[in-house]
């Protein structure tokens, strides 16, 4: 009896404990976005805030450090998780490959079907897998945020097939597989920093870009120039949600915790308002005099950019693609 006691008593003063680390455990952190703080990112950056305070009733602080205040890319924010500089950074999956290059596979041309498929693949053992894959890079990944469907934009014409667009200097992501797909479609791509695009496209260093609606609407890149944005939905961008490990690791499991589930439950919140919104910009952009052109020929560039597939079949085992597009 006196043994039941004592071990009662002893898991009683584990759970003391833990409490006890939480409760004194306080912490002012930076979160970090190359976008506005009216882009979905930053919305989403706000519900996070918002709720871990709530949650850790004070304990724990978020600020919000949008466009680029952190850093002057999306490529040294990340450097800036993985050093512990920045706590928490809302990306791109621009320049995570030379981070953790598993998360290049989600980077392929018409992978996916539609939303309906990204939640399947992001919120199941796919998308587990490759957020862990980051922490071999020192980075703790939490969850599969939204950028959304990319589309193709330019100052010079409509562009409704493949053939439309061939010759067009754009600008994409540091990502080898997209530059890849748009040398394979006629297109001439350059990899530059977020942070120089809307001057690049003033100043006519390049024709357009590809994006998803919400961060074309958001910077206005109407005002560059970019008057004719056809709805191509070529890739998919998924919205990794990082944190320093370092930083990750010194927190009570039980603020851990929290932070993995209230990352979970915002990115169902995060990928609503993006998805939502989409509409409701595509009409404005058009009252700003941008031409959307909605009946895209998608085949002619899912037939031209196919060849990556072959050219990168060696760093990402078709098994593995095929799992991802065959999805159900």
Avoid at 33 to 44: A, E, L
Avoid at 293 to 306: C, E, H, T, W
Wanted: glycine letters at 6%.
């Amino acid at each position: 009896m006196k043994r039941v006691v004592t071990l009662g008593l002893a898991v009683f003063m584990v759970f003391l404990l833990v409490g006890s680390a939480a409760a004194e455990y306080k912490a002012t952190m930076k979160l970090a976005s190359t976008q506005s703080m009216d882009h979905p990112y930053m919305v989403g950056a706000q519900k996070f805030a918002d709720l871990i305070k709530e949650r850790s009733k004070g304990r724990i602080e978020i600020k919000l450090y949008p466009s680029n205040q952190l850093g002057k890319g999306e490529r040294e924010m990340t450097e800036g998780i993985q050093q512990g500089a920045i706590d928490l950074l809302v990306t791109s999956t621009g320049p995570l490959g030379g981070f953790s290059p598993s998360i290049n596979i989600l980077d392929f041309p018409f992978m996916f079907r539609d939303f309906n498929h990204v939640d399947l693949v992001m919120d199941g053992p796919i998308g587990r897998k490759l957020l862990d894959d980051f922490e071999k890079a020192n980075i703790k990944a939490l969850a599969f945020w939204e950028n959304g469907f990319r589309h193709l934009t330019n100052s010079k014409r409509p562009v409704k097939t493949v053939e439309d667009g061939k010759g067009l200097k754009i600008r994409t992501m540091e990502n080898k597989v997209h530059l890849a797909a748009w040398k394979a479609a006629g297109l001439n791509p350059t990899p530059m920093a977020w942070g120089e695009v809307f001057t690049a496209l003033q100043q006519n260093v390049i024709d357009g870009q590809e994006n998803p609606i919400a961060v074309f609407y958001s910077a206005k890149l109407w005002d560059a120039g970019q008057k004719n944005f056809s709805l191509t939905a070529h890739v998919y961008s998924p919205t990794p949600f990082l944190m320093s490990k370092k930083i990750f690791d010194a927190m009570p499991k039980e603020d851990q915790e929290m932070f993995q589930k209230t990352a979970m439950e915002v990115a169902k919140f995060q990928r609503k308002i993006n998805r939502d919104a989409e509409e409701a910009k595509l009409q404005d952009m058009a009252k700003n005099g941008v031409t959307v052109v909605r009946d895209v020929d998608r085949d002619s560039f899912k037939k031209a950019m196919l060849p990556v597939y072959d050219e990168f079949s060696s760093q990402f085992p078709k098994a593995e693609i095929e799992a991802i597009m065959n999805a159900k």
